[in-house]
């Protein structure tokens, strides 16, 4: 991979991470102000509501992995920011095939390809 998509993809990476954490933290943000409001008395704020979901694919795919834990999404980041460091990002960790680009374009932190991922999730 060029160096100059392996940046991009880094910048994604790195905009994904922050913007989880950020995320997580607006939730206890949120949390505590539910509890605050309802120590007042005050049932009629609401403090959670959906964030900007975009409609591209990305946004989708995006709000559907986030069906993974944030946990564990935030340590596959991890994994392929340091895979970025290594010079092995892009290449699926089972097999060792390159992760096509539209799928690294959707998921930018599968260190699987799709057939390893399959394989995985059907539990062979
Ligand atoms: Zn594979």
């Given at each position: 991979m060029k160096t100059t998509e392996l940046k991009a993809y880094k910048e994604r990476l790195l905009s994904l991470r922050a913007r989880l954490r950020g995320d997580v933290s607006q939730m206890a943000d949120a949390a505590l102000k539910k509890r605050r409001s309802e120590a007042n008395g005050d049932?009629?704020?609401?403090?959670i509501h959906m964030a900007?979901?975009?409609?591209d694919n990305f946004e989708q795919e995006f709000t559907l992995s986030l069906m993974q834990t944030e946990e564990e999404t935030l340590d596959l980041i991890e994994g392929s920011l340091e895979r970025i460091e290594e010079g092995t990002?892009?290449?699926?960790?089972?097999?060792?095939v390159k992760i096509p680009k539209t799928r690294l374009n959707a998921i930018?932190?599968?260190?699987?390809c799709v057939k390893c991922a399959t394989q995985r999730e059907q539990g062979f």
């Open positions: 049932l009629s704020s609401m403090p900007d979901i975009g409609t990002y892009g290449q699926c960790e089972e097999c060792g930018p932190y599968a260190s699987l």
